[in-house]
């Protein structure tokens, strides 16, 4: 998912492009979250309707902050069937269809206490140390059950539950029916294809309009029902973060408020460290990008490759480089490489390069920056190729580098190292003032 918008400060000399993040949605922090978790365990409960967003934030909190998700809806039709089992193998529940007729049928069969007892076990079971719980289901079947309309028993198995592994805070993200909008210009008319439909179709159209409406409008009534008694025993410790995602257009200002969220409660994102890896076709490319702020290492392919044996051919040209890189790398270092020597000649019996995109856009949006990184002196889209060589590796190819060149480089850097990757280090390498080698 997009990380942040993209706004232009226009200058005179229009060399420098900005990132800015979307704003945030509002919400509210209740006062009785601690200021850390006090456990080994953190635990937060997460709650949201229809149309609230609920299952992208929980991709969130897992991709970027290391939460394991626990959903209700999977501990049902994942355990129930094992609990509810029948000596007739022919009476047996083997399809989830099957599962909510049987709630269906009996709705005293879920129990909160069974349900919490198959989480304690997971939780006790697993190494994770982060959890994020869904406990309230969007199945109507589940939602019918006895014990999801009774206050005190929620109150009582969120009581026991917290002796053993104490709720850090729940995540509350509330939506009301985005209002239609009737503002229509004085000269507006409707699309052709509306025109031309009988006043019966139109009539017809209205009303499953209304319909639909009207199904949403119940299912986010039950779905609130279910879950406002975990929710108040939350809000009576002071431990709710309340979102509000009724004006959401779009995924960017949720994510910027997860974020922003998050830092509030001190946690820090979890994201994995990934190299980058830049080629261009000659030094002038470096005057729209600031090395420094991406922690970048210049380097030119003839100084690298100084012996006739890595300059045989484009195999041994790569594999050279990388070996060279992979020799000298520290962590968390970038390169930019000049590529004035290589050659362009076919490679074959390769597989396919597994990705390739091509687009125009920040060197950012493949970089994991310091949420506190000063502003760069100079930042511009740049159209490149990217080529995803391994999960925490990407090589970037700055127009105007051949597509079809960049695409043989992927396939040969993505190649397994073996003991003859070398590299013959030239006589007459020097380090610049900056660390590069010019």
Known sequence: AP???????????????????PKALPYTIG????????????????????????????????TQYGFHSINVEEIVLGYLPSRFKNPSPE????????????????TGALSLDWIFSVIMGKIAGSMHQRFVLDIIPALSSMLRADSYSSE???????????????????????????PMTTDKKENEKPPAEK????????????????????????RMDTYNKCAAPFISYFSKTKRVVKVDVSSQPSAEPLTATIIDVMHELRFTRALPYSRVI????????????????????????????????DNENLA???RGLKAYIDRVSIPKENYAIVADVLHQEPVKGKKRTSFVEQRRCFIDEYLVLSRNAPKPTVRQRLKMSAIATAPDETLLF????PAALAAKVGLLWSERPTSRDTITPSPTDKNGANGDIL
């Open 316 to 318: 041994s040209q790569v």
């Open 31 to 62: 006062a009785g979250i601690p200021t850390r978790p006090n456990t080994q365990k953190l635990v937060i409960f997460i709650f949201g309707g229809p149309q609230s967003s609920k299952g992208f934030a929980t991709h969130e909190l897992i």
């Open 278 to 309: 830049l080629f261009v076709t000659d030094f002038s490319a470096f005057e729209r990008i600031d090395l420094a702020y991406y922690n970048m290492k210049r380097l030119r392919m003839s100084d690298i490759l100084s012996s006739r044996s």
């Open 195 to 218: 025109q031309n439909l009988s006043s019966e179709m139109k009539t017809f159209l209205k009303g499953i309009d209304e319909a639909d409406k009207g199904r949403l409008e119940k």
């Open 398 to 401: 700055v127009d105007p580098f």
């Open 91 to 106: 009476e047996e529940l083997k399809t989830a269809n099957e599962i909510q007729d049987y709630l269906k049928k009996d």
């Open 152 to 178: 005190d028993e929620s109150k009582r198995v969120l009581q026991d539950f917290e002796r053993t592994y104490p709720v850090f805070c729940a995540l509350d993200f509330t939506v009301s029916l985005r």
């Open 3 to 21: 990380m942040r918008a993209i706004r232009v400060t226009h200058k005179s000399d229009a060399a420098v492009e900005e990132f800015s993040q």
